[in-house]
T-cell receptor, first 114, second 114 residues
Framework: NAGVTQTPKFRILKIGQSMTLQCTQDMNHNYMYWYRQDPGMGLKLIYYSVGAGITDKGEVPNGYNVSRSTTEDFPLRLELAAPSQTSVYFC?????????????FGQGTRLTVV | AQKVTQAQTEISVVEKEDVTLDCVYETRDTTYYLFWYKQPPSGELVFLIR??????QNEISGRYSWNFQKSTSSFNFTITASQVVDSAVYFC???????????FGTGTRLLVSP
């Protein structure tokens, strides 16, 4: 029962460094999402994907890139880390389409940029 | 456009009190889904309920109940006889079938004291 798996769970980056947050799901879901949650705040959508090869911007895409080469994986790339990207990042997936059940979330990645 | 508003930032109650968390949504679609999630202090996101736009029946699950009213675009959540373990941040979310993003409100922090 893996569900949505995010790695790493914690990471400290220096300003200007790059990294990729990994997200994989084993439920064959079409829809996948990346959110960030700043301390004491709600979830803001960074990018989402409705299927392999299709991605689109959310509310706060600047400073991030994504790709969706397979149904299972949806990595989030930070190219030049900035302190403003200190946040908890959540990946989620849902079947989408007519069923439209709830989104399943990973455990989150806590990122600190110093 | 889609929007979810949770006007209550934080609510404090004493154990055994009833509490209602408000959620107001905006969408131009006639078919959409509403969700409530709980985020306990440990940080994960726990799915509580899903409701589609064609089903206005209220739902009760133990101490939890949900009131969906299309006329006022609201999907409120009531906890009866609150307990300390109910302390968490609660998020309301919206997904329209014609609009593929899953959009969250800013959340309501519930503090239940003994």
């Amino acid at each position: 029962n893996a569900g949505v798996t995010q790695t790493p769970k914690f990471r400290i980056l220096k300003i200007g460094q790059s990294m990729t947050l990994q997200c994989t799901q084993d439920m064959n879901h079409n829809y996948m999402y990346w959110y960030r949650q700043d301390p004491g705040m709600g979830l803001k959508l960074i990018y989402y994907s409705v299927g392999a090869g299709i991605t689109d911007k959310g509310e706060v895409p600047n400073g991030y890139n994504v790709s969706r080469s397979t149904t299972e994986d949806f990595p989030l790339r930070l190219e030049l880390a900035a302190p403003s990207q200190t946040s908890v990042y959540f990946c989620a997936s849902s079947p989408g389409g007519p069923t439209n059940t709830e989104a399943f979330f990973g455990q989150g990645t806590r990122l600190t940029v110093v | 456009a889609q929007k979810v508003t949770q006007a209550q930032t934080e609510i404090s109650v004493v154990e055994k009190e009833d509490v209602t968390l408000d959620c107001v949504y905006e969408t131009r679609d006639t078919t959409y889904y509403l969700f409530w999630y709980k985020q306990p202090p440990s940080g994960e996101l726990v799915f509580l309920i899903r409701r589609n736009s064609f089903d206005e029946q209220n739902e009760i699950s133990g101490r939890y109940s949900w009131n969906f009213q299309k006329s006022t675009s609201s999907f409120n959540f009531t906890i009866t006889a609150s307990q300390v373990v109910d302390s968490a941040v609660y998020f309301c979310a919206l997904k329209s079938t014609g609009f593929q993003k899953l959009v969250f409100g800013t959340g309501t922090r519930l503090l239940v004291s003994p």
